[in-house]
Every structure is written in structure tokens, then in C-alpha cells.
């Protein structure tokens, strides 16, 4: 039995210890946030927070799963959007959207350790967050957004987030 | 941009009244999951899309072809007031789906927030063909608008029988009709039809002439259309609950993994199970010719078994390609091949070119080579198949349903009213999943075995196998007269695309291929010169197509990459332009423009003057000072420079400026910043376009500077992300100025169109950063991709 704790719940799974995480959170959980791009650790779609560090579940046993686990459902809490999360609506980044679990996921870790990253940071913190839609122009806004959001005190909520309203970017 | 503290009274009383009492605020703060809670409220929204059919009375029955000739096929008011639409398109992360509801709501007169759309499920939504060529705004979008308007008519005259006023005295607004006269009195949109069918019939010969009585509106009486509206897709995939077609899972549902042969052409002599016997969850494998798969009860165990099954191949005799490294001498020395037909296609061919070259006071020559590039999705191939009740739901983000679908059915042997498909979301698209070989392998398992099966590729499998945009080899030849101004232009293509897969052709996908079935003929694919409205009296230009001595079963199988053939004519035309503006010592804006203003006559969509437009407008906003290129070069480590590009695409026109550095000590080129002029005609969705256009352009940046698909005299070895690299965050540019053009001669006109913008920006952008980089060193880099080593060896040559 292998014992996960994944968004505040624990889980008691029968399962290959040497399954990689990822399979056991998509199929055994059910969770739909990390998915599968490589299984190499290359490109950051698998990308799940073990306490708080970004780490690539396909390539992670899950017998070595240890600590919590936090993947893209669990950072919205009673519905609140992460500012993070909020960020990313605020500056319709997706097109997609199939790595942006990766790209959020990356960007919520950098942001945790260097609240206030410049430029040059925010390049290199995300830069094994790959995306083939080159999302990563918006990605880089939406990153210092979130970063000014939680400057403030924010939960996010400023901007675009009316559905009907209008963009303001 | 209007701000939501500005909304209108009017706009405020339709959220109140969507709310259903809630309040507005209440409203803001879950709009997060505005979609999925909408789509409970709404009816089928894509929610609805998660559903299953598994259970459903009546699934045994043939799955219904929504009949695009009567208006209850398109659109559904509810008694709510609220409607659904049905449009055959699918979304590859664009927001097609976002702008087609703008237009239809607009044509309607219903609030945006009150309306959901419904795309790509054969079963429910018409065929429009799903997506391709950038084509869902310029000419799905037409029928869309139109049947939304017939619809507001009907409702206009159901509204005058039950007031029996006149259809004169009555106006719609936001899904409310009142009379003019008396506006006291009003009907919604619910209280006329809600939940009731239409039962209008349509009129059109096909889907895209699809009308009813009703005429569009004029684009001044258009409120939704033109605005920033935040895509409905979004909030969903940020949160994470979007269910895409990864995450679909059936009772009883089993994963399969392909084996796919280790050399391109190899025969399959002997498949050894006993290695995968013990695994646990072990189900099967198939093996159908040169195709092989296996099936397990989970995904980890189908990934093991794959690595582990025993497999004996054979080499074929000859080897199926060039290496990479020979690839270009390869093409320009084959024998081309003719056209489909069986006859070689006629060059285009104005003037007299031979004569205006040795008559030209100057000649130009130069020949450029672009490689095979992936399409290298961020995720692997996938689909699920369910074979219940004898028929096959197959649940897939392939961007074309209707093909795929009856696709599949041939390829079963199956009817097609037995097979439905339902798009859903997925990996990007760019040609891509045109024809998705994954729902064909699917399909095909869960036959066999008769339980849903799920496959997916691995990233090996697809970085190797998927379709590939063709290599071209580009040969050019201009003449300038004595006061430099162009008079002729030879433009000879060798493309490296023999047998061209089609659109979910049953006997062109992959595991149709390996198990040894062939089409009739190969189809080669096409090609013509460059896209844009130059005026050179003299010019000729040809495209023919070179084979491998492999056409089938191999890794090196063309398809459509985005902008098809695009960026590589364009990165040889465009530099080319270049080369011959430096040779007359012109500005290269002030060359293109003289090319553009040469004559005065136009086409039926203004595409000269809305080039000059574009030309005109990037120019501006990126602060062009006129002078020659290159400039000269001073001593500094990272050298600086600027290159235009310009184009047409179908009937959008676009230049774009790239302004790079280039290090001269590690050969790295950054492309720091962009400008895109772009006139693709009425705007749906100014901050959806900005976003499509950055992707095009950054794209086109990862394909000038990184992507190339690498092979041995046997097999791809471009297999991950280290061997077909991509643009990353660290080569993002530091800014990105689009710039919105309407440069049509009556910009008010009240039938302004709508063109596509999907792809039309991309083709620009290799040409941009190479014409950038010869500014900036004097050195013309004509071989994509211009990585860092190939950048110094063409340094280190011209003495830089």
C-alpha cells in the first residue's frame, strides 16, 4: 500500500510502487491538471508542487511521492482563485492550454521562493516550462501580474476576469 | 476598451436577470468557473461534452448527421431565454469558439453571457469540416452569422403575431423584443420559443451557402463583435477542470501502446511475447503486418509492456532516405516527380524572364534550404474508442470530426451512421491532428477486443512519427536595371513531399500505412511561389516535388504544419527581396513599397493597397529609419539589426519587423522585439487576434531559430525535446507590437470581411529574423534553422 497526500486529502493506494506519480494522480485520482507530455522530464506538463516545489510527476515513482502534493485543482481554495490562476485569466494567456498546468504550476513555485522576480528571473525560473503555442510572452505578463498581485495583498480580481466584459490588459 | 464599470444599464439588467438574483457581485467572483457553471443552466455547453454515451436510451440507434438545412440544426433557445449554438468547427486554443459566439449572439441580439456554443461533435453539430486553413472567421463564420439573423427574424415575426403590430414596430435587444410604439410591451426570446423548435427550413447548396431569409447586419449595428471578450475556455483550463480528451475515462475502458519498427521500412519478421506474459494487467497484442500494439488493464503496464515486448525486424534493402545532413544536394539532384495526375504542374510564367535576366543590369542569385520540421505537440497523439452496442464513439482532438469519422468507418468497414466522433480539447492542432492517427488505433483496438480502449502515444513515437512539414529547397534568380529597379524574378522549389498525408484518409494514416495498405496513387503536394503582390513584369516560378525511395511507412510523412508551405516560400522569397534591395543600395521598406506601387491595379479584396497598408503601418510603429542594409558592423560582442517581412495569406496581409541581436562570440540570435502589421479585415476579437498573432510569430521564431527534423540513412533520430528543440521562455522576445490594419479603400464599409488570422502572420517571421541578422553582420543566413553553430560558421566566413 502506498500512502499519498494529494490537495489536503491522504490516499491509500494499491498500486506498483514504481508507477510514476503522474498515472496514479490522472488515473487512480482522477485529477485532470498534470497530463502527460514527455515522460522524460522535459517540457513541465506533468508539472505537480511536492511541499511547495515544482516537480515533474512523470518521472517520480510514487513510492517516492513524499510530503503533500499539490496539483492545479488544489491551489484554488473554496473556490478562490490562486492569484496565480487569477493572473492567467486577468491576461487570457492559454491558447491551448494543454502545458499551462506546467507554466502555472512553475510560475506559483518561482513566486513562492522570489516573490518579487525581475525580468531576467522569470526567464530562467520558467524556462524548462515548455509551450507549443509560444504562450510564453503572456506567460512572462502574467507572471509579474501575479507578482504584483500578491505585492498588494491581492487575491487577484482586477482586470479581465468579468466574462462579457472586456480585456483589460 | 470599455471597462466593466461602464457597462451599459441595459447590459447590467441582462446579468441580473442571468444570475436569476444573485448578485452582480457574487456573479465576479465566480466567474472563475463561469463556463461549467453556465452550461449546467444553459443546457448542452461544454460540459455537456463530458458526458458519455454510455447508458443513453437510444445510443444503438445510427448516430443523427445534424442537417445544416434547417435552422433547429444551428441554434436552440431555451425557455430560459438562454441559447445554445451548434457550429462544426473546433478550437485549437485561438478562440474560434469565443468569436463565432460574438458574431451569432451580435446577429441575434442576445447577450454574449446568455448563449453557449457547442463544436465538433458529429452527432450534434453540422459538418463545417472542423478546422483547417485559418478558414473558421473568413468563411464558417458567414452561414453562422446568417442563421443566427433568420433566427432573430422568426423571432421578430412570432413577436408580431402575438402583439400584432407590425415586424416594423418591433426591436430586439439582448434576447428581449419590444414594441416600438409601446414599449411597455416585451417578449423574451424564452416566452416566444423557448424550448421549442423552429422548424424553419434553410436554403444553400452546401454548408457555406447556408442562409435563410434574413441578411446580416451592417458592421455599424454590430455591438459584441469588435470587443475584447475574455474567451470562455479559458477559466476552465486554469483551474484545472476542464475535462479534455486525455482525462476521458469508460467503464471497462483499457490502455493500448503502439511498437512502432526501430528503421523507417523495416518488415516485422517475429513478435516473442513471452516477456509482457507476466506483466501484470497483460490483455493482448495485436499485430496486423508491419503494425503493432499492445493492450493492458492500466496505463503503466502498457508503457512496460511496449518497452518490453520482443520484436524481431528486418531492414529493407534499400535505404528509405538521404541522411539529414545530405538532404538538400539530395532534392536538388532527384528527378521531380509529377503531380498527382501523373503530369509535371505548368510553371506560372509572366513575361519574358529569361530575356529581362540577360538583358538586367544586375543579376541576383541565391538558393535557400529549409528542413523537415515537426509538428512536436506538446502532448502525444491520444484518443478513446467505445465499441458499445456495435457502433464506435471515439472520443478524440482531432480538428477535422466529420473526416474522422467517416474515416474510421471505412477503415472498419463500418457505417458511418454507426460511428460518431466527438472533439474535444486537445494539444494545439496546425494540421497536426488533420488526421489523427490515434482515433484510428483506438478505434481499431476496441474492436478487436471489444472494450473502450485508450491510446496514447509516447513522446518518442511522436516527435519521430508525426506528420512532417516538408523541406524545401529553393532556388531564386532576379534582375534589377540600371536604376535598381526589379524587372525580373525566377523562383525554382524542390519540396521533399511525395506522398502527402491526407485528411483522415482511411488509407493514409499511419496504421493503415504499416498494415500495407496503400492509396492509388501517392498524392504530392503542391506548391506555388511566394504570396505577395509585387509587380516585376518578368517571372516565372515552378515547384516540383522530389521522392524518397520510401513513400510509405516511413517517419518522414509530410502533412500540414501550420501556414502549409508558407514560412518556407516566404523566408526564401522575402530574403531574396532583401537581397535585391542591398544590390540596389535601397531601403528594404522603400524597395518593397516601390514593388508594391509599381501599378495601380488591384484585385476584388484590395490585396495591393492593404499590403502597401501593412507595410506602411509596421514601418511606423516600429520606428524604421529609411537606409540600406546592412549597416556596418562595429566591434561590439552583440550586434544589432532590424528586418522587414511582408506577405499575403489567402486575403490577409501582414509585414513584420523583427529586431535581433546577435552575439558574435556564441553565435546565439534574440529576436528582442516584433512588430506585426496585420489586415485581416473586420476584428471579432481585438485581444483574441493579439493573442493568435503572438503565437504565430513566436512560433515562426522557434522555427527559424531551433526546429529541424534529423535523420540517419535509416530512421528519424529527432525522438524528444533535446533532438527537436523549441523556442523557450529564456528566447521569448522582450516585446511584441501588433498592430491592427484596415487598409481596405472604404474602411466604413458596412460589409467590411472578416479574414482568417490563424496562420497568415507566421509565414513572415524566418525571413524578418534572417533580413534582422544581415543588418546586423552583413551576413545572409539562408539555411533554417539559424542555430548558434551555424551562426558562427557564417560569421567566421564573411571575416565577422
Known sequence: MITLRVNGETHALDVDPSTPLLYVLRNDLGLRGPRFGCGLGQCGTCTVLMDGRAIRSCMRPVSRAEGEITTLEGLSADGELDPVQQAWIDEQVPQCGYCQNGQILTAKALLDRNPTPSDEEIRQGMNGALCRCMTYYRVQSAVRRASDAMANGAGGANGADEAGGEVDR | ?800
Open chain 2, 1 to 800: 476598451m470599455k471597462r466593466p464599470a461602464e457597462l451599459s444599464p441595459r447590459f447590467e439588467d441582462a446579468l441580473a436577470r442571468w444570475e436569476g438574483g444573485s448578485s452582480r457581485r457574487d456573479f465576479l467572483k465566480t466567474s472563475g468557473i463561469f463556463v461549467l457553471g453556465f452550461s449546467g443552466v444553459g443546457g448542452i455547453g461544454v460540459a455537456g461534452l463530458g458526458r458519455h454515451g454510455s447508458g443513453d436510451p437510444g445510443e444503438a440507434n445510427p448516430y443523427p448527421d445534424p442537417d445544416f438545412l434547417q435552422l433547429d440544426s444551428w441554434l436552440v433557445v431555451h425557455e430560459d431565454g438562454t441559447a445554445t449554438f451548434y457550429v462544426g468547427k473546433t478550437d485549437g486554443g485561438q478562440g474560434t469558439g469565443t468569436a463565432m459566439r460574438q458574431m451569432m449572439c451580435d446577429e441575434l441580439d442576445l447577450a454574449y453571457e446568455r448563449a453557449t456554443l457547442v463544436m465538433g461533435r458529429t452527432d450534434m453539430t453540422v459538418d463545417q469540416g472542423g478546422s483547417g486553413g485559418s478558414d473558421a472567421i473568413e468563411r464558417d463564420a458567414l452561414p453562422a452569422r446568417r442563421v443566427a439573423a433568420e433566427a432573430r427574424r422568426v423571432l421578430l415575426e412570432l413577436a408580431s403575431e402575438r402583439f400584432q403590430v407590425p415586424v416594423d414596430d418591433l426591436t430586439a435587444s439582448e434576447g428581449v423584443i419590444s414594441v416600438a410604439s409601446d414599449p411597455g410591451r416585451t417578449a423574451t426570446f424564452g416566452e416566444l420559443i423557448g424550448g421549442r423548435r423552429f422548424d424553419v427550413a434553410l436554403t444553400g447548396r452546401n454548408v457555406n451557402e447556408t442562409t435563410g431569409l434574413a441578411a446580416v447586419k451592417p458592421v455599424q449595428e454590430l455591438k459584441i463583435v469588435g470587443r475584447s471578450v475574455p474567451r470562455y475556455d479559458i477559466p476552465a483550463k486554469v483551474d484545472g477542470s476542464l475535462e479534455w480528451a486525455v482525462d476521458v475515462k469508460l467503464p471497462g475502458m483499457v490502455h493500448a501502446r503502439n511498437v512502432r519498427p526501430p528503421f523507417a521500412g523495416a518488415r516485422l519478421v517475429s513478435v516473442d511475447e513471452s516477456p509482457v506474459r507476466e506483466i501484470p494487467g497483460f490483455i493482448r497484442v495485436f499485430r496486423e503486418g508491419n503494425y503493432v500494439a499492445v493492450v493492458c488493464e492500466r496505463e503503466e503496464q502498457a508503457i512496460r509492456a511496449a518497452e518490453s515486448l520482443a520484436v524481431e525486424w528486418e531492414k529493407p534493402e534499400t535505404a528509405p532516405f538521404p541522411p539529414s545532413e545530405d538532404l538538400f544536394d539530395y532534392m536538388r539532384g532527384a528527378t521531380p516527380v509529377g503531380a498527382g495526375s501523373g503530369s509535371p504542374p505548368r510553371p506560372r510564367e509572366e513575361g519574358d524572364p529569361g530575356a529581362a535576366l540577360a538583358n538586367a543590369a544586375t543579376v541576383v542569385e541565391a538558393a535557400y534550404d529549409i528542413p523537415f520540421q515537426g509538428h512536436t505537440a506538446i502532448g502525444p497523439a491520444h484518443a478513446v474508442a467505445d465499441p458499445s452496442d456495435g457502433q464506435m464513439t471515439v472520443y478524440t482532438n482531432d480538428m477535422k470530426p466529420y473526416s474522422h469519422r467517416t474515416g474510421i468507418a471505412e477503415f472498419l468497414g463500418m457505417p458511418p451512421e454507426r460511428v460518431r466522433v466527438i472533439w474535444m480539447e486537445g494539444p494545439q492542432l496546425y494540421g497536426r491532428t488533420a488526421a489523427d492517427d490515434a482515433g484510428f488505433e483506438a478505434a481499431y483496438l476496441a474492436r478487436e477486443l471489444g472494450r473502450p480502449v485508450r491510446m496514447q502515444w509516447m513522446r518518442h513515437e511522436e516527435t519521430a512519427w508525426d506528420t512532417k512539414g516538408p523541406a524545401f529547397a529553393i532556388d531564386l534568380r532576379g534582375g534589377l536595371d540600371e536604376a535598381g529597379n526589379a524587372v525580373a524574378l525566377d523562383y525554382r522549389a524542390r519540396i521533399a513531399n511525395y506522398a502527402h498525408v491526407g485528411y483522415n484518409q482511411a488509407d493514409t494514416v499511419l496504421i493503415a500505412q504499416l498494415m500495407g495498405i496503400r492509396p492509388e496513387r501517392p498524392s504530392p503536394g503542391g506548391g506555388r511561389g511566394t504570396d505577395e503582390m509585387y509587380h516585376i513584369p518578368n517571372r516565372r516560378d515552378e515547384t516540383r516535388a522530389v521522392r524518397f525511395p520510401l513513400a510509405f511507412e516511413t517517419p518522414l510523412r509530410t502533412g500540414n504544419l501550420r501556414d502549409p508551405n508558407g514560412p518556407q516560400t516566404t523566408f526564401a522569397g522575402e530574403s531574396f527581396i532583401d537581397e535585391m534591395a542591398a544590390a540596389a543600395n535601397a531601403d528594404p521598406v522603400e524597395f518593397r513599397l516601390r514593388l508594391l506601387r509599381a501599378t495601380a491595379e488591384d484585385d476584388a479584396t484590395f490585396r495591393r493597397a492593404r499590403s502597401i497598408a501593412v507595410v506602411e503601418a509596421a514601418a511606423e510603429a516600429y520606428g524604421w529609419d529609411a537606409r540600406p542594409s546592412p549597416r556596418a558592423p562595429g566591434d561590439e560582442r552583440i550586434l544589432t539589426g532590424r528586418g522587414i517581412s511582408y506577405a499575403y495569406r489567402i486575403q490577409t496581409t501582414v509585414a513584420t519587423i523583427a529586431e535581433v541581436e546577435v552575439d558574435r562570440e556564441s553565435g546565439r540570435v534574440w529576436v528582442k522585439r516584433m512588430v506585426c502589421a496585420h489586415d485581416c479585415g473586420l476584428v471579432i476579437n481585438p485581444d483574441g487576434l493579439e493573442n493568435t498573432i503572438q503565437g504565430n510569430l513566436l512560433h515562426g521564431i522557434s522555427r527559424t531559430l531551433f526546429e529541424e527534423v534529423q535523420f540517419d540513412g535509416e530512421k528519424v533520430t529527432s525522438v524528444d525535446w533535446r533532438t527537436h528543440p523549441t523556442l523557450t521562455h529564456r528566447d521569448a522576445p522582450e516585446r511584441i507590437d501588433v498592430v491592427i490594419v484596415n487598409g481596405d479603400p472604404n474602411p466604413d464599409r458596412p460589409d467590411l470581411p472578416h479574414y482568417g488570422a490563424g496562420e497568415p502572420s507566421h509565414r513572415t517571421v524566418p525571413a524578418a529574423v534572417a533580413n534582422a541578422i544581415h543588418d546586423a553582420t552583413g551576413v545572409r543566413m539562408r539555411r533554417i534553422p539559424l542555430r548558434p553553430e551555424r551562426v558562427l560558421e557564417e560569421l567566421a566566413a564573411a571575416g565577422i
